[in-house]
């Protein structure tokens, strides 16, 4: 039996103590969190606790808290030498107190309050500071996904990165396509089909194989269209520099 | 029976053959293409032709060409004050010869070769010249999809923008996003559980409220540790760009 103590209860902790409540072999033995919280009926009979030094001995600690607080959190365990692992994209292991043998469970998706999400298929990178901790991440790992892979804090930096151009930036492009339309009264409901169509074909072909539109087909005719409709418009700036990504990017054709 | 003509076989004329061909009521009369084309075993029955002279009549002719070549080509047709439509997101009604009663039949969705769609909730935007055309463009709208709109040639052009900002734009972040992983020998599978996400999450939540990450918290530190990282890369600029975007919009909060 792995036991597992959660530290800190929020999107992501919350999530994984529903997910790994469901798993044989696998006991949440503690919640530690710094408020006071409602866990849910289901795991009513986890323990919680508020209180640093009332935490208690198990196999691995995972922290869930925002990315600035893991550094001090980790350094104000009262305990030594115990799997301490984050859960972070933006935060290197050595941001973890040398205190405890440090250790990352990255979980590479968004998560959202209220909504349901399947493990299986989530990408958990995983890091150790010793070789024979990254057994219980890759017992752990793989007992919720089937994809599971041991990345570095450098390597984790860069998807963190790639993470934030195909996840906040491409919502900025939806943001962007939803102002548009309201200027004209226009049902953002339109372009639903069309963003989930965009993102399911990325799953089979290739970003660039899959590109299409104005700026690869490199008509000028429609480009100077749009760029006269949105005149004006505070979109057009982005119009022009995503278009001459798209025009001028020597990998893409 | 309503009998329909297409004009041009390319990605989308070849799925409405598909689609309209099982309908009840709607019969597809004849295709037409300039060149020889290889129409697939279920539809063999339907008579085609590459001679504009052997166009028959029909209550409604759909032209799925490219856009440029839209205006010369429905100038070229040998008839008149039959209803002739295009499929165009960006091509206004008035490109269409006024010689034949125009109308626009606008299936707003990415159509890729061999990916299969199902029409149901494709948004069909609609345009006549005559009222009275709108009604069998109605019809045959709703035999295929659930989502039906008229819309004017200015709606359809700003719809046709926005599309470019999802679609292209949010591809042209998939991009980037491959590329920056690519420098790192990362595979790309591993954000696709990501990009499905945030795609799905905008069907149900307006996409200013499920915007995340480090421009939305304003998270100096590490946007400023993502810009060191992509320093000399030639995606540094598109994320100076796309954060300050999330950072100065006025609407965003």
Redesign the interface.
């Known amino acids: 039996m792995t036991e597992i103590i959660l530290l800190g209860y929020g999107n992501l902790n919350s999530r994984l103590l529903d997910v790994f409540h469901r798993k044989e072999n696998i006991r949440i033995k503690q919640v530690f969190n710094r408020n006071q919280i409602k866990i849910p009926g289901p795991f009513r009979d986890i323990p919680f606790t508020d209180d640093l030094h009332a935490i208690e001995k198990a196999d691995i600690y995972i922290i869930g808290i925002s ?2 607080a893991i550094a001090p959190f980790s350094e104000s365990l009262p305990f030594k030498n115990r799997l301490v692992v984050h859960t972070s994209g ?1 935060v290197s292991m050595d941001a973890l107190s040398s205190k405890n043998r440090r250790g990352v469970f990255y979980p ?3 998560f ?1 309050k209220n ?1 349901h ?1 399947d493990f299986d ?3 958990i ?1 995983l890091e150790s500071e010793y070789e024979e901790d990254m057994e219980i991440l890759n017992f752990l790992g793989r007992s919720i996904s089937g ?1 599971v ?1 041991s ?1 570095t804090s ?2 984790r ?25 309201e ?2 009264n ?1 049902s ?21 194989e ?7 087909r490199k ?1 000028k ?2 480009i100077e ?2 760029m006269k ?2 005149q004006g418009s505070s ?1 057009q700036k ?2 022009e ?2 278009t001459g ?2 025009m001028n ?1 020597p ?2 054709n």
Chains 1, 2 share one sequence.
């Open positions: 990315d600035d933006g590479l998706q968004t959202t909504r999400l298929t989530i990408p990178c994809h892979e990345i450098g390597q930096a860069t998807l963190h990165v790639a993470a934030v151009f195909v996840n906040n930036f491409v919502n900025a492009c939806y943001q962007m396509g939803s102002a548009v339309l200027n004209e226009l953002f409901d339109l372009l639903k089909p069309l963003i989930l169509e965009t993102a399911m074909k990325i799953q089979e072909i290739p970003p660039k899959a590109q299409t539109g104005p700026a690869k008509d005719k429609t269209k749009h409709l949105l979109y982005y119009y520099i995503l990504f798209l990017d990998d893409s």
